[in-house]
DNA sequence: CTGAAAGCGCTTACAG
DNA sequence: CTGAAAGCGCTTACAG
């Protein structure tokens, strides 16, 4: 019975249907002019036929892009991994694609990426690889694509956002530690070229002021969003002639830099020092110690972000927006909280 | 001095190279029968302009598919994850794009995918949600879709295919427990609906066969792939009158349940019953207790994928292939082979 | 080596 | 309410 490996396209409907192809395309388009008989034996076609429309035709005519572009630096960061989650469950209820883009913080990957997604017609939201790529979005965003930025702000390009509130977390993160009695608290910082580097880094200040503490720069550590930056700082950090009681890591690879140099080094937490993470780890209930953390609402990110990209592309001229979710702790044993409750 | 809106398109770039349409396209596809001066005026125009050829039209008209459908149950599902980064590593060498989809095993929006990728013309990477998928994507087949199935057989549905060795995973892991010498290996299967739980399961009874051990049907418990089975079939296992002495888990979610059951029953690892899981773990050797595991190359998986999607794009009627790769043992604590070690 | 022209599969003013 | 026709931005035989 099969024989033909020809598509079948809207023409082959409209004739087998009587119709136009125009009023097929109505049909398809439930446009609201068509009379109700016309409209069944197009719909009869289109089942027999078991027709697709091409989309591909479909948006070139219409111009209207039902891709959505998401640029991240890995998905195998778990953050990442909810934002995309969440960006892939809101575009399903829109009805729209979503590419996957890593860039590995590499803005020449970024780059080519952006250029794809630009002849693409695509929306984008992009997590940028440095706070100094304003620049080049701008370019894409003047060629009309719709841009929301996440997890980090640019300097110098205003668009559609959707943050997490880092100084509240960082601040969060260390005025636990505070209250839990930690004397010497340091903290393993981030990217500096980063927002969120700079973000928590600040949080991490306030808090300390706040409580009265002396900011003391020996004891912040520059690691730089990675593992191995972690482990490396973790050392140091232990080694100093009067080691913290207590650190503050500034995302999950530095965390996991961190557990590994506790191991490497023979010492445990919190009996030993008391650690605290920004970024939740998703088998963090089952790891020894078990991380307690500053964990970012990323699903809830990757869905107001497609959010915003739809209401821009229906009002591209409409003020830019920015949202910030706010993070939370999660207490678990590394921070002591259980011990330290005990001797009270 | 901006001001137009409209993109820049090939018709622009003629205009300013002084040539046709057609000679900027064969510049663009860098045609070899274009004479070196007209394709310098074009790559000039091109640059000045920043013209960046319309993909959508491009697709159109030469009906060739850059897109690539990655259809998982769950991108938060570690293994998919991976999967997925070796997919997208490989589609952008070849300068592809790929669209994401989750379908959590569930067929209804495994169909919906498969509708929106058809009607893409995209190639199509899937983990089908049963065995008895072969249908639908027959039909999306015949409609000249190229289709890569991945992790999953399906029972009437030849087509390229990547798979782990199942069988001898899940023997490896079972055949160590032996060695160990655990005298009550229990298994923790997998939906059977799916070809890595009936695989599995086989490798565990051939492993204690060829080891010259009985099957005890009361050992094997049927979890289904979730965390919430595995923590129910952990706690029905540890509470028979004679409870096995090392468990071996189907898949990471039921792993992940295994050890949540472990802890609410006071229960250690190796100590009180020794674990061996399918699948690893990214964060498993700071996990307590550090799970010994099978790990598939998931990473691989996707790259090997992707190569046999444009073998087939390249060659539509060659004969199906089946790629089948070995997982490996990693030894860590759980399966106490230290603990065993030390004692003899 | 190059251009004029047709056409990929749709959508949408424009008439009627 | 419906159809004929133009056109979205490209590519590719077909002439020359």
Redesign the pocket.
């Known amino acids: 019975m099969e024989e033909s490996s020809?598509?079948?396209?809207?023409?082959d409907v409209a004739l087998r249907a009587?119709?136009?192809?125009?009023?097929?395309?109505?049909v398809?388009?439930s446009?609201?002019?068509?009379?109700p008989?016309?409209?069944l034996r197009v719909q009869e076609a289109i089942n027999a036929l078991g027709?697709?429309?091409?989309r591909?035709?479909?948006r070139?005519?219409?111009?209207?892009s039902d891709v959505l572009g998401l640029i991240i630096p890995d998905i195998q960061n778990p953050v990442f991994v909810s934002v995309a989650r969440g960006v892939e469950d809101e575009a399903y209820k829109h009805q729209m694609n979503v590419v996957l883009c890593n860039t590995d913080d590499n803005a020449a990957k970024q780059q080519a990426y952006l250029r794809i997604l630009q002849?693409e017609q695509a929306g984008v939201i992009v997590a940028p690889t440095h706070s100094y790529d304003g620049e080049a979005l701008r370019k894409v965003r003047d060629a009309g694509i719709a841009i929301v930025l996440i997890d980090r702000r640019l300097d110098d390009f205003e668009t559609d956002t959707v943050l997490v509130d880092n100084v509240r977390g960082a601040a969060l993160a260390v005025r636990h530690l505070v209250e839990l009695g930690y004397q010497r608290i340091a903290m393993i910082a981030g990217l500096q070229t980063l927002s969120p580097g700079r973000e928590r880094l600040e949080g991490y200040r306030q808090a300390l002021l706040a409580a009265g503490r002396e900011i003391d720069s020996e004891l912040i550590a520059q690691g730089d969003f990675r593992e191995q930056g972690g482990y490396e700082q973790m050392r140091r950090l232990m080694s100093l002639p009067n080691p913290p009681d207590a650190i503050f890591s500034s995302n999950s690879l530095t965390s996991l830099g961190m557990l590994r140099a506790l191991r490497d080094l023979g010492l445990r937490a919190p009996q030993d020092v008391a650690l605290v993470g920004f970024d939740d780890l998703p088998y963090a209930d089952y790891m020894c110690p078990a991380l307690t953390a500053v964990a970012q609402p990323a699903y809830e990110i990757g869905r107001q972000a497609v959010q915003l990209l739809l209401r821009r592309l229906q009002e591209p001229d409409a003020p830019a927006t920015t949202i910030t979710l706010q993070p939370r702790l999660i207490v678990r044993q590394s921070c002591g909280a259980a011990l330290r409750q005990q001797s009270k």
Do not use: E, M
């Open positions: 020809k598509p079948i396209t809207i023409q009587g119709v136009s192809r125009a009023t097929v395309s109505r398809l388009n446009h609201p002019s068509v009379a008989d016309l409209r027709y697709q429309p091409n591909t035709a479909r070139l005519r219409a111009n209207s002849s």
